[in-house]
């Protein structure tokens, strides 16, 4: 495989898993075996890797050969742990069969291709989370319900944000908001107890786990760069939520 060629493999394969929501030292870590793989392991045939959730930057030394530098910003991020375990299992193939780049392609097409969660199972899924949470939190049957339902609005609503491509404190805020709403309307009209469980099982389909995971990961891995950068983020999500949900009761409550 020549020097360029194992810039675009890699650089591709650094991105999709940047993308697909996986840790930054699972991403360097992958290209650098990869690269080990082809011979481009130290002295003059190297590679040299920079990577942070917005941002991949790679540069492949080949000999007394000018280095070649990609950069590749990384807009679009969302968590699809299939996607990082299929790309995880094709890194392990390369490093062990060190196949052609066509071949690799290949794979990579496939994998960008697999299929994800229709609207049924995210609808099901978002409708477990405010129901089962608001119960364990301490609200009755009307209250699991009210959540499972409005979760699923939450659901519609976070898509429709999602077309305007926003940042996760404006997408936060205005899913709370939407959340908060609609949680203390039913209240006040007497379909439940209250609201205040209502708007914590609802709000744990917002809460951002495998952010905080990854931001903790990368804070042990000594990628102290990429993990302030996803706890600034979860806290902004945090606070998103925290100022939709203050937003909506404190207007109804002075209606």
Do not use: W
């Not at 650094?14 to 080990?36: C, F, P």
């Not at 930057?57 to 590749?72: H, L, S």
């Not at 305007?164 to 959340?179: D, E, M, Y």
Request: charged letters at 15%; aromatic letters at 8%; a neutral charge.
């Amino acid at each position: 495989m020549t020097a360029k060629e194992l810039l675009q493999i890699t650089s591709r394969i650094g991105s999709m898993l940047i993308e697909y929501g996986a840790e930054i030292y699972r991403v360097e870590d992958s290209i650098n075996r990869i690269a080990a793989a082809y011979g481009f392991s130290g002295g003059n045939n190297h590679i040299e890797v920079f990577a942070i959730p917005t941002s991949l930057i790679i540069t492949v030394n080949e000999g007394d050969d000018a280095p070649i530098t990609q950069t590749r910003r990384i807009i679009n991020r969302g968590t699809n742990l299939d996607r990082v375990d299929k790309l995880n299992n094709l890194s392990r193939f390369i490093c062990t069969e060190k196949p052609e780049a066509d071949v690799i392609k290949k794979h990579l097409d496939e994998i960008s291709k697999r299929k994800v969660y229709g609207y049924p199972v995210q609808i099901i899924s978002y409708a477990i989370v405010g129901s089962t949470f608001a119960l364990f939190f301490g609200g009755g049957i009307p209250d699991a319900v009210a959540a499972g339902i409005i979760s699923i609005l939450v659901l519609l609503v976070s898509k429709m944000v999602n077309k305007v491509k926003p940042s996760v404190f404006f997408q936060s805020v205005v899913c709370s908001i939407a959340a908060s709403s609609i949680a203390v309307i039913i209240s006040r009209i007497g379909l439940t107890d209250g609201f205040d469980k209502v708007i914590i099982g609802v709000s744990m389909n917002l809460v951002p786990g495998i952010t905080l995971t990854n931001c903790m990961r990368d804070f042990i891995a000594g990628d102290f760069l990429a993990g302030m950068y996803t706890l600034i983020e979860a806290l902004l999500v945090a606070v998103g939520m925290a100022v939709g949900a203050a937003s909506a009761i404190a207007l109804f409550t002075a209606i």
